[in-house]
């Protein structure tokens, strides 16, 4: 079993294999245009499903580690590094797609598998993994309000660091004009959103 998505621009393969191109990229790599490169040392076992949820790539499958990293079954690779999904799953993840949500909330990513627990909890077949929380609500302490200025201008500027700060929040929820993407077009929908409480999506 193969499964193929799109990251940053490049083509992501995922599957059982241990070489790519005469590359040793193990059962996941890239393809930048030219050659096939590893996305760090890969998984330890095979993937199944990818997708891409919040500016990561999303990885699942029969595999406990993730570039040498304890990952059970699910990781996300944010572009440097491999790391997992809270405790993972305790069995095979299959499938992963990514829902959309309700207005004013962020998405959440969709696994389905062979798994009874996910996270640690009682979730037979399929879980989800999201943020419960309001657009604007960048700290997600469940308000927007003056201290969610700081994490929006950390989530603009640095990503990875608002990932790091913020580990149960989704960048998403800076998503303020809904375009797909956390950028500069969301400051003004921002300080609409802390002014008038106008936090949905048009």
Known sequence: MATLT???????AG???TTAGGNPPSRIARWNGATWQPLDSGMNESVYALTVYNGELIAGGDFTTAG????SRIARWNGA????????MNSYVEALTVYPGAPGQAGELIAGGGFTTAGGQVSAYWARWG??????DLNCDGSVDFGDINPFVLALS???TYAQTYPDCDILIGDMNCDGSADFGDINPFVACLSYGD????
């Open 6 to 12: 799109v990251y940053n621009g490049e083509l992501i």
């Open 15 to 17: 599957g059982g294999f």
């Open 68 to 71: 040498g990293n304890p990952a």
């Open 81 to 88: 590094t491999w790391q997992p999904l809270a405790s993972g």
């Open 131 to 136: 943020c419960p929380y309001r657009h604007g």
């Open 158 to 160: 640095n990503p990875s």
């Open 199 to 202: 936090c949905g999506c048009p």
